[in-house]
């Protein structure tokens, strides 16, 4: 019997791609979210959760890096893959040993470009701008112990014009993260590891 596949989406903020990711596997046939996690307890994306009836869960820093109080959950929920959802802190080793190659990650722009600690949120699309890029986009790849250096899965690009704010590089980023992650999550769940 083929096993099923149980998501945990973890986040940290607005979660405008989880509620994505929940509406798209909402009545998916082989693939549902099991559980929501998140740093912090005002993050917005916990009210998107519950909006879906998907159980949450919120840690502390040191039950996350000290303990193994977040992978019980996971294991209790029989989560099989993992997704971060605009999630900001390191995953720890206990996390990656548990789920090697079953991680994912979206990251803002083309990545190994304007990658790494402190490049999340606006950050990232002010680094773009300032570097006078003409073109940006999103990474969603697999994730190691270290910000942003898993394998690639998937590259989506968006060209961008000097006179484009940051707002309207966010926009367009967002466009591009919306329109691809549950798709992309949707293969790489498939693909032999
Ligand atoms: C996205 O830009 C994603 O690439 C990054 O964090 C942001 C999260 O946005 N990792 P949201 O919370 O999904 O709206």
Redesign the pocket.
Same mark, same amino acid.
Request: charged share 5%; proline share 5%.
């Given at each position: 019997m083929i096993k099923p596949v149980r998501l945990a989406v973890f986040?940290s903020?607005? /979660?405008?791609?989880?509620e994505k990711i929940f509406s798209y596997f909402k009545n998916h046939s082989t693939i549902e979210v099991a559980i929501v996690l998140s740093n912090s307890p005002q993050a917005a /994306?916990l009210q998107r959760a519950v909006k879906f009836n998907l159980p949450t869960r919120v840690f502390s820093k040191t039950q996350f890096r000290e303990s193994d109080k977040v992978l019980a959950w996971l294991k209790e929920a029989e989560v099989t893959h993992l997704v971060l959802? /605009?999630f900001l802190w390191l995953i720890p080793s206990n996390l990656v040993l548990a789920y090697p190659h079953h991680i994912i990650?979206?990251?803002?722009a083309l990545l190994p470009k304007f990658g790494g600690k402190g490049m999340? /949120?606006n950050k990232v699309h002010e680094a773009v701008k300032a570097a006078g890029e003409r073109e940006t986009g999103?990474t969603i790849h697999e994730v190691n112990e270290r910000y942003d250096e898993g394998k690639v899965l998937f590259q989506g690009k968006c060209p961008i014009h000097p006179k484009y704010s940051v707002e309207q590089i966010a926009e367009q980023?967002?466009r591009l993260?919306h329109a691809h992650y549950p798709r992309v999550i949707e293969q790489w769940v498939n693909e032999p590891k």
């Open positions: 986040l903020g607005t /979660g405008s791609n989880a /994306g959802a /605009g990650n979206i990251h803002p999340y /949120g999103i980023v967002q993260e």
